[in-house]
């Protein structure tokens, strides 16, 4: 390559991490470029992650209550139909206007958008097989890896998309199926089990741990959210494991184990969802053809500075470590480009966010009080139910509480978990609170705005070290 092809910064991946930073990068006066394989920007995220999930989450949600919750608001509704079709349309155009946006941005910031696959030819240069044929390659001083991640897939299970799908077959069927199974009760299987069971499939979710909502959601919490999707007719099978499936026939069949003791059993299914987890995505990126090694988990191996064994190859995103969530990537994005033009930077990992976006919302961040008591730490617990709260009885939505876990000696905030409708939103000032070393004093003695949900996070507050007034 010659001189004036070298950037300060090549990213391959223009997934939330990698284009966040070339925009970052592109602030910073650092000359850019960005390499994407899909053929629009955003990742998983835009693409087939967050924002089409919640087109979905959104429109299947008020279809629902349309459907079943309007007569004692007193509105009469005649005849409702579902137009699968449009709704899918309306998810599509919200994540072509995002993806397009994050276009536009790039152009903004100077950044240069290559549409190819990028693998290393060697620790400065990277090829790229470009989507319209042909082939370039960049030189970067500094080289960031942003290639994100995938579905585990289910040994011995097909994915076909359709009638065996992961997440991304599920945000595209082309009509509801009469029975759905998902397997995997994590945040992806219940986000999709509300959307499919609210538009009237009979949806059963088989987890394998005797909890649902996968690693993080605190029990009690998690209880609650399970007794509240039941109702809306959501089947549960805890404790139990899919041993094997068989997607060859017209049904999709699946050999079910109880993982305590219990019955064998087998389960056949229109649709089954795969939803147990997601994996680091490296192939076809040539790390062989440089020596690095990944981990036992196909992660990339990084530092606290995101820099691989080579240091001028760093690594943010589903890729590395940490949970992958696309607000954890973003706020890593930013860091490592700091690192690189500035020396430093900073994520405070013990203050990340949580969000399942089902109905009601579940939100916590923070410490759990599992974690707490397995790691023996002392701490005080104060509640607050939704059903006191002024404003969820005037919107008919009393389902949920919020928790607060605080230090029995200082008071100060460990963690914060809330299930109830505008819980995704809440957690915000959790957040904040915990990044600021808050106690709970702190927060009950602000002044929030009557009548509001966020009352009864601050009432919640007041319960941990003293009395919540109205309950
Ligand atoms: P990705 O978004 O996966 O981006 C990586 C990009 O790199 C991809 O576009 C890929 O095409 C590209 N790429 C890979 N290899 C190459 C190569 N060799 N050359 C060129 N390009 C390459 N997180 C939340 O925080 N909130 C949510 O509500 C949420 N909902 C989700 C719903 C679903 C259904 C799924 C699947 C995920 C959801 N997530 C959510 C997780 C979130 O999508 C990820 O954490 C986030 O996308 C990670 O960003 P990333 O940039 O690291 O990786
Ligand atoms: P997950 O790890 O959250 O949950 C997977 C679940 O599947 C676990 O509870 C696990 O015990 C179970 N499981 C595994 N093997 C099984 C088997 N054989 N039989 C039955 N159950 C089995 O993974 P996910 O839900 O696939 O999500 C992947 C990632 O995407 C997560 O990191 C998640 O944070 C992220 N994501 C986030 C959001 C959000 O923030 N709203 C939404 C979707 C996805």
Redesign the pocket.
Known sequence: ATEAEEKDLVIIGGGVAGYVAAIKAGQEGLKVACIEKRGTLGGTCLNV??IP?KSLLNNSHLYHTIMHDTKNRGIEVGDVKLNLAQLMNAKDTSVSGLTKGVEFLFKKNGVEYIKGTGSFASEHEIKVQLNDGGETSVVGKNILIATG?E??P?PGLEIDEKKVVT?TGALALEKVPEKMVV?????????MASVWSRLGAKVTV????N?????GMDTEIAKQAQKILKKQGIEFKLS????SGDGSGEKVKLD?DAAKGGKAETMEADVVLV????RPYTAGLGLENIGMELDERGRVIIDQEYRTKFPHIRCVG?VTFG????HKAEEEAVAVVEYIKKGYGHVNYGCIP????TYPEVAWVGQSEQDLKKAGTPYRIGTFPFSANSRAKTNLDTDGMVKMIADPETDRLLGVHIIGANAGEMIAEGTLALEYGASSEDIARTCHAHPTLAEAFKEAAMATYSKAIHF
């Open positions: 992650g967050c999930s991640s579905a585990t289910f997440s397997i995997g009760g994590g945040i992806i299987g219940l986000e088989v987890e394998f741990l909890q649902i909502g996968g690693p139990t494991k899919v041993v079910i939803a147990i987890g997601r589903d949970p992958m969530l696309a949580s969000v399942m976006y």
